[in-house]
């Protein structure tokens, strides 16, 4: 089961910042954080991960609480092409599964 | 980067038939890969894992006997919707990582588009 909980949809303006929540009270200390989003009818694109170290690549950043209980990942100047379901995903078990929660769907306005 | 190919993208059957799904590790080897299924307007839901060599492991709820799973080789994997019925009808979609360790990341294929008249 996901051990993630995200708000169900939000919006941003072209060329903003968007930054998405997620709650992940019962995460362990040596699971990471995983951000992937899906395009209507496509397998799920990987964005960023991190484990309690802020993280930035060339797609967006992941700020990690301290207390490692939440994250947000930050879409630094949002597009149309950024509009998308992102889900946030704790690795649970030995077998390395990947449990989807429900996922934010982001909408950028023109 | 690591790439995951799954064929066919859509396949439109009759109600009864057995339906192939295929999923490829590109240049890498997988010995575990993941099956998933997404009906409309919700989340992926995970169906099985993959296991290279040996059976895999259904997550619950998931009929064994429907979905067959094989994973032949360390690049491919095999899921097989037997009779097929509508209510199968769904995008099912296969991901593989690509290292053994466990902070690495998924890699998913394009996905598969069921249609069960």
């Known amino acids: 089961d996901a051990k993630t909980t995200q708000p169900t949809s939000m919006d941003c303006a072209e060329g903003r910042a968007a930054n998405l929540p997620c709650n992940h009270s019962?995460?362990?200390?040596?699971?990471?954080v995983y951000w992937y989003r899906q395009i209507h009818s496509q397998g799920p694109q990987y964005i960023i991960h991190g484990l309690k170290n802020n993280e930035t690549n060339e797609m967006a950043s992941l700020i990690i609480t301290e207390d490692r209980k939440s994250s947000t990942l930050i879409l630094p100047h949002a597009t149309l092409r950024d509009t998308a379901v992102y889900y946030c995903?704790?690795?649970?078990?030995?077998?390395?599964?990947?449990?989807f929660g429900t996922g934010t769907s982001l909408t950028v306005i023109p | 980067g690591a790439v995951v190919s799954q064929h066919p993208s859509r396949v439109i059957c009759k109600s009864g038939t057995s339906v192939k799904i295929e999923c490829r590790s590109l240049?890498?080897?997988?010995?575990?890969m993941f099956w998933y299924r997404q009906f409309p307007k919700q989340s992926l839901m995970l169906m099985a894992t993959?296991?290279?060599?040996?059976?895999?492991?259904?997550e619950q709820g998931v009929e064994k006997d429907k979905f067959l799973i094989n994973h032949a080789s360390l690049t491919l994997s095999t899921l097989t919707v037997t009779s097929a019925h509508p209510e199968d009808s769904s995008f099912y979609i296969c991901?593989?990582?690509?290292?053994?360790?466990?902070?690495?990341?998924?890699?998913f294929g394009s996905g598969t588009q069921l249609s069960v008249l």
């Open positions: 995903i704790v690795r649970v078990g030995r077998g390395n599964q990947f449990y």
């Open positions: 991901s593989a990582p690509p290292g053994g360790t466990t902070n690495e990341k998924l890699f």
């Open positions: 993959s296991n290279e060599g040996s059976k895999a492991t259904y």
């Open positions: 240049d890498f080897q997988a010995t575990t």
């Open positions: 019962t995460i362990s200390g040596n699971e990471y």
